[in-house]
């Protein structure tokens, strides 16, 4: 019974570091001329990942890793 909780407990600490690999990206959205621009979609690329910038062109999205595309 020890062995199977450690091998759980372990199993459950390999899945939290992979889960915890991806970042946060943040940024701000404008138009060649500066303008804020809200209501743009970014996603993840391949993914359903996403957000939306908010009125002063603002946006903050959590990716799945490292080589992950943002399409606007």
């Known amino acids: 019974m020890k062995r199977i909780l450690i091998g759980i407990t372990f199993l459950l600490m390999t899945v939290l570091t992979f889960a915890q690999q991806g970042r946060t990206i943040t940024g701000?959205?404008?138009d060649p001329?500066?303008?804020?621009?809200?209501?743009?979609?970014?996603?993840?690329k391949g993914t359903t990942n996403g957000t939306i910038?908010?009125?002063?062109?603002?946006y903050s999205v959590a990716l799945s890793g490292d080589e992950a595309t943002?399409?606007?």
């Open 70 to 72: 943002l399409v606007y």
């Open 33 to 44: 001329a500066g303008e804020l621009l809200p209501g743009v979609s970014i996603v993840e």
């Open 53 to 58: 910038t908010d009125i002063d062109g603002n």
């Open 28 to 30: 701000r959205v404008t």
